[in-house]
């Protein structure tokens, strides 16, 4: 069975570096075809795509945010962080990770974690 | 960027009426599409992959079509679990888009 969770600050204010670690369990990051993503949604709005690490150390990011998000991984930890610099009060959302295989969707979700840009 | 029009945004619906939401994509995205549901303070929950086939696990009631720029989400028989929100999610190319959302209510 696999499982994600989100942990992080609940509250950052403006111009600071968010940092969320997604840990998972049930599957090895290592292993070939897997992938972990990000995906946030400010409240009461739609879903928004954030990035993807792979396996082989492929990272994708969403252009629009590409310059602010790094995605990492420590497979031996089972874990994947999110990096966003530079927060803005319209960053305030619930930030989800969730688990892939290449070639599809996320077919795992984490519970999420809401994170509040505010001064 | 691939564009993901959805609609209705939202709809009435009774328990038992047939649902249908659609997905238009900006271009052509083969089967690389995805169907969400999400209840209110959840994370959302894949119900089809591919374009029509069904998570393990989610009632047959639930169905996935289409291929290229049009898909479509149909609900057999509404019941009361499915008042939700449902997302398309498209994974041809980066970055990968959702839809806006249509929100089922009674």
């Known amino acids: 069975q696999i499982t994600l969770k989100e942990s992080g600050p609940t509250l950052v204010k403006p111009t600071q570096t968010l940092t969320l670690t997604c840990a998972f369990s049930?599957?090895?990051?290592?292993?070939?075809?897997?992938?972990v993503g990000w995906i946030r949604q400010p409240p009461g709005e739609a879903l928004e795509w954030l990035a993807v690490i792979y396996w082989d150390d492929d990272e994708r990011y969403s252009p629009s945010l590409k310059s602010r998000l790094t995605i990492t991984k420590d497979t031996s930890k089972n874990q994947v962080v999110l990096a966003m610099t530079n927060m803005d009060p319209v960053d305030t959302a619930t930030y989800y990770c969730?688990?892939?295989?290449?070639?599809?969707?996320?077919?795992?979700w984490g519970q999420g974690a809401l994170v509040t840009v505010s001064s | 960027d691939i564009q993901m029009t959805q609609s209705p945004s939202s709809l009435s619906a009774s328990v038992g009426d047939r649902v249908t939401i659609t997905c238009r994509a900006s271009?052509?995205?083969?089967?690389?599409l995805g169907w969400y549901q999400q209840k209110p303070g959840r994370a959302p929950k894949r119900l089809i992959y591919a374009a029509s086939s069904l998570q393990s696990g989610v009632p047959s009631r639930f169905g996935g079509s289409g291929s290229g720029t049009e898909f479509t989400l149909t609900i057999s028989s509404l019941q009361p679990e499915d008042f939700a929100t449902y997302y398309c999610l498209q994974h041809n190319s980066y970055p990968w888009t959702f839809g806006q959302g249509t929100r089922v209510e009674i």
């Open positions: 271009q052509g995205i083969r089967n690389d």
């Open positions: 969730g688990h892939l295989w290449f070639g599809g969707t996320f077919d795992s």
């Open positions: 049930g599957f090895s990051l290592s292993s070939t075809g897997r992938g």
